[in-house]
T-cell receptor, first 114, second 114 residues
């Protein structure tokens, strides 16, 4: 069974600091990996998608990397702001006989302290 | 921007009631998904659909059914609601070929079954 682990479950960081969120997965035969943000009581917002052939993607202050060989992805947030406070989830996509399936981690709850 | 709209933000139903959760997307996406999200368990896939009138079971389909009569609408049905179906329900959509397409989520429906 494919598993996705996100550690730590919660993280508090002073405003302005750079930080890294971690995601590890057990199945290296992935098609892509996505990072999402979820605000309390809301749905998920897609932040970055990395194809299996890519090593990283960048959007503004966010940079996501993918290392399939080690089964790890990281989300780097530069110059953190209070508005970055949210839960961040990673999910990887596998394809099994044409059935594509996303498996989600349980998330890291990030709090940026003003 | 893609918009995925879930008809209700909050619902309270009684045990044994038949419950309909509606989801509509406005970007002509082929794929639509229903997840439930519970603390400590993350997101779990209930059902998904790759086309009109087509449906596939996810990881936890028991007690649920779905309907997709039109491309833009995907309904989740709880045939006889039970207290263990109290949860946050999230609908999502993506373009055909999830491999390269981000998932877009609605804001969720928080269902309480009493």
């Amino acid at each position: 069974k494919q598993e996705v682990t996100q550690i730590p479950a919660a993280l508090s960081v002073p405003e302005g600091e750079n930080l890294v969120l971690n995601c590890s997965f057990t199945d290296s035969a992935i098609y892509n990996l996505q990072w999402f943000r979820q605000d309390p009581g809301k749905g998920l917002t897609s932040l970055l998608l990395i194809q299996s052939s890519q090593r990283e993607q960048t959007s503004g202050r966010l940079n996501a990397s993918l290392d399939k060989s080690s089964g790890r992805s990281t989300l780097y947030i530069a110059a953190s702001q209070p508005g970055d406070s949210a839960t961040y989830l990673c999910a990887f996509l596998i394809s099994n006989f044409g059935n594509e399936k996303l498996t989600f981690g349980t998330g890291t709850r990030l709090t940026i302290i003003p | 921007d893609v918009k995925v709209t879930q008809s209700s933000r909050y619902l309270v139903k009684r045990t044994g009631e038949k419950v309909f959760l509606e989801c509509v997307q406005d970007m002509d996406h082929e794929n639509m998904f229903w997840y439930r999200q519970d603390p400590g368990l993350g997101l779990r896939l209930i059902y998904f659909s790759y086309d009109v009138k087509m449906k596939e079971k996810g990881d936890i389909p028991e007690g649920y059914s779905v309907s997709r009569e039109k491309k833009e609408r995907f309904s989740l049905i709880l045939e006889s609601a039970s207290t263990n179906q109290t949860s946050m329900y999230l609908c999502a959509s993506s373009l055909w070929g999830v491999t390269g397409s981000p998932l877009h989520f609605g804001n969720g429906t928080r269902l309480t079954v009493t």
